[in-house]
């Protein structure tokens, strides 16, 4: 996995400000201790679905409910549910450097963020590869995206045993710990599918994302 310097520099709201090379030397320092200190690990499923006024996934105790995820999957028969996370030793460091260098820990965190995008990208590509090549698939839908309720994240890592398999767990209130991981569902269809909303209405990101702040659009919007 690579991180790109205008990645980073637009996670932190960056608008075309010049940079001194101390920031510079930052930014690539934390982008390698980034790389060497994750220790990325991921585990997926494939389910059948049926859609009534919510998804179900079928030989699970396992419901989908609300409209956004509804409407995600239109017309696909199955899922992939995948968990995935960098570990804990990054989240250490982006902590212990909050301490003692708090622009440091900033960075360190973009840095992980992006990376765990990225992740979620290989993800996508090692799962296809070994599935149907006639299939089509939706974009990523996460816990917490659209009216799809956070504590979805529980039934994801359950249905994986991601807790015992990868590491993976949620709090009370259904944060993931290790805090950089992410848990994503992707539709699959026989046939051709068709957006039929803009995909950053759905994203829990939406308010305070960066790339829209800057007139840009993220990975996920350009798939």
């Known amino acids: 996995m690579y991180i790109e310097n205008n990645d ?14 101390s920031i510079l030397n930052m930014i690539n320092s934390c982008k390698e201790e980034a790389i060497n200190l994750i220790n990325e690990r991921f ?18 105790n396992i419901v989908l409910s609300g409209e956004s995820i509804t409407r995600h999957l239109k017309d696909c028969n199955k899922v992939i549910l995948f968990a995935c996370t960098l570990g804990i030793d990054i989240e250490r460091k982006i902590k212990l450097y909050e301490k003692i260098d708090l622009t440091k ?24 590869k070994g599935l149907n090549k006639e299939y089509r698939y939706t974009l990523r839908f996460s816990p917490g995206y659209g009216d799809l309720d956070i504590s979805s994240q529980k039934k ?13 767990t949620c709090s009370s209130n259904f944060i993931l710990m290790p805090r950089k991981s992410v848990t994503a569902i992707i539709g699959i269809s026989n ?27 993220c990975a996920n919007y350009n798939k």
């Open 8 to 21: 980073i520099l637009t996670f932190l709201g960056y608008k075309n400000q010049k940079l001194d090379d």
């Open 43 to 60: 585990i997926y499923g494939v389910y059948d679905i049926e859609e009534d006024k919510d998804i179900r996934l079928l030989n699970t």
């Open 105 to 128: 820990s900033i960075i360190l965190d973009a840095c992980a963020s992006i990376l765990v995008e990225s992740l979620c990208d290989d993800i996508e590509k090692i799962i296809k």
């Open 156 to 168: 994801v890592i359950g249905l994986l045993d991601a807790n015992r398999k990868i590491g993976l």
């Open 191 to 217: 046939n051709d599918i068709k957006s039929e909303y803009d995909i950053c209405d759905s994203c829990h990101a939406r308010e305070n994302c960066m790339y829209r702040n800057n007139n840009n659009k």
